[in-house]
């Protein structure tokens, strides 16, 4: 259903928030104004005072029409029109009969309502609004309830049955609106409780479908690198007895083939671990960290050429996980590698630096960049920045989840044939 309507006997087609809370007030409101202006209508026809029916049919009008612009979605302004109607009419009628009468009564119903219905989203128009019959009523008592001059349309009348009739009406509207807020509020929170209730169910199903999803896919992945290890053995054995050029040629394309499906079953078990385990720190020696992973991507084609440039702490040792910082350095390196130039001076900077939050790590190198456009999308699941890339996708997806289950934080700098720079910090402590 639209938010904008709404029906006020069934709550089930109420939008239970705030908003909506002040704009069916008013609605409730508008409805019980109308009532009265009918009775006032009534009564003055009734008495004679056709100068009083033409002003209750226009009061009719207006109030209808806010009663109209609210269920139109113009709620704000139905709001607005409705407050300062029912201030100016309790304005005027105060200047034109005898205090005595005590017409200024239904300004503390107009405050009530004015408070009611307006949430805190313009705090300013609100608390404009309440204060405004507080400006009316001051007004009128400095200048004695003749703030038009002497006019009293009910001169000579001697009508003894005003004053209790406005006070009790008035005391009536303040209760209506009191209570229909209190019924309100019930039902939301009802309504609530029960969304708060269903919403618990579907985590603790969402939670454990996550869990068998998590725990299918890193026993699967395993699963998988056992027979790719044998098929990998056997290639390995038939090298030695097959010598024919062109099916040594397939053997290496194969082996080739079998180590990315390893490489992009290592990833899922890195997402799927980072995933279940918890964070745990331990004492790491960054300096033989940095150097272990540098070694494990030497076989990355054209590695050997990269000159690796660290930079580390005088300090070598702080609390982390080691797991997962392994795992985020290794991706972070090996894309470097894989997406550097092929001559020149090929160079890439690793450097950690202690500050106040932690460690941060930088990884630089003068590759071939990334464009602009493309640099808001690298850190997305299977994402590939390059036509020539053939990995996974998931590389930088991975380190950008494992820096957020360590609560870090990750930014990049880069440009186009010039290279990249990736800057990671993660808390020590």
């Given at each position: ?6 029906t ?11 908003e ?8 409730l409101f508008a ?7 009918l009775?006032q ?9 056709y100068?009083?029916v033409?002003m ?5 009008l207006?109030v209808?029409?806010?009663y109209?612009?609210n269920?139109?979605g ?5 709001k607005?029109l ?6 100016v ?7 034109i ?7 200024y009564?239904?300004f503390?119903p107009?405050?009530g309502?004015?408070s009611?219905?307006?949430?805190n989203?313009n ?5 404009t ?7 009316c ?5 400095l200048t004695?309830y003749?703030?038009f001059?002497a ?20 005391i ?8 229909q807020m ?5 039902k939301?929170?009802v309504?609530r ?9 579907r985590?603790t199903?969402l939670q454990?479908t996550n869990t ?6 890193y026993?699967t992945s395993?699963?998988?690198?056992a027979?790719?290890?044998?098929i990998?053995g056997l ?6 007895e ?6 040594l040629?397939y ?5 080739g ?6 490489a992009?079953?290592k990833?899922i ?7 279940r385990?918890?964070v745990?720190r ?13 070694e494990n ?6 590695a050997?050429?990269i ?6 702490p ?10 997962r910082v392994?795992?985020l350095?290794n991706n972070?390196i090996?894309n470097?590698?894989k ?17 106040v939050?932690?460690l ?5 190198d ?7 456009s ?5 850190f997305?699941?299977?994402y590939?920045?390059h036509?020539?890339?053939?990995g ?5 997806y ?10 870090g934080d990750?930014?990049l700098?880069s440009e186009l ?9 993660i808390?020590t402590?």
């Amino acid at each position: 259903m639209n938010k904008s309507k709404f029906t006020l006997g069934d709550w089930s087609e109420v939008d239970k928030t705030n908003e909506q809370r002040g704009n069916v007030l008013l609605s409730l409101f508008a409805i019980i104004s109308i009532f009265i202006c009918l009775i006032q209508v009534i009564v003055d026809s009734f008495n004679g005072v056709y100068y009083g029916v033409l002003m209750d049919c226009i009061i009719l009008l207006i109030v209808a029409s806010t009663y109209l612009l609210n269920l139109k979605g113009k709620h704000l302004l139905a709001k607005v029109l409705f407050i300062l109607t029912l201030n100016v009419i309790a304005f005027i009628y105060a200047n034109i009969v005898p205090k005595e009468t005590g017409t200024y009564f239904y300004f503390f119903p107009v405050i009530g309502m004015a408070s009611l219905i307006f949430d805190n989203k313009n705090p300013l128009l609100k608390n404009t609004l309440i204060i405004l019959p507080i400006v009316c009523v001051f007004i009128l008592e400095l200048t004695n309830y003749q703030a038009f001059g002497a006019i009293n349309i009910q001169e000579g009348i001697d009508d003894p049955y005003s004053f209790p009739i406005n006070l009790f009406i008035s005391i009536i509207l303040t209760s209506l609106g009191i209570l229909q807020m209190m019924v309100i509020n019930r039902k939301i929170d009802v309504k609530r409780l029960q969304i708060t209730d269903e919403l618990k169910h579907r985590n603790t199903d969402l939670q454990k479908t996550n869990t068998e999803l998590d725990h299918f896919v890193y026993s699967t992945s395993h699963d998988l690198k056992a027979p790719l290890s044998s098929i990998s053995g056997l290639i390995n054995i038939a090298k030695l007895e097959v010598k024919e050029e062109k099916a040594l040629e397939y053997f290496g394309m194969i082996d080739g083939r079998i180590d990315k499906l390893n490489a992009f079953i290592k990833d899922i078990i890195d997402l799927s671990r980072n995933a279940r385990l918890d964070v745990v720190r331990n004492e790491v020696d960054v300096a033989e960290l940095i150097d272990s992973v540098i070694e494990n991507n030497r076989y990355i084609k054209d590695a050997e050429s990269i000159n690796f440039i660290k930079s580390v702490p005088a300090k070598h040792r702080f609390p982390m996980d080691k797991a997962r910082v392994e795992v985020l350095l290794n991706n972070l390196i090996s894309n470097a590698i894989k997406y550097h130039k092929h001559e020149g001076d090929r160079w890439i900077k690793i450097s950690i630096l202690k500050v106040v939050k932690g460690l941060r790590f930088e990884i630089e190198d003068n590759g071939i960049g990334i464009d602009n456009s493309q640099q808001g999308k690298i850190f997305n699941m299977f994402y590939r920045g390059h036509e020539e890339s053939e990995g996974s996708g998931l590389g930088l997806y991975i380190v950008s989840d494992v820096v957020s289950k360590l609560k870090g934080d990750i930014s990049l700098t880069s440009e186009l044939d010039r290279g990249t720079k990736i800057t990671v910090v993660i808390p020590t402590a």
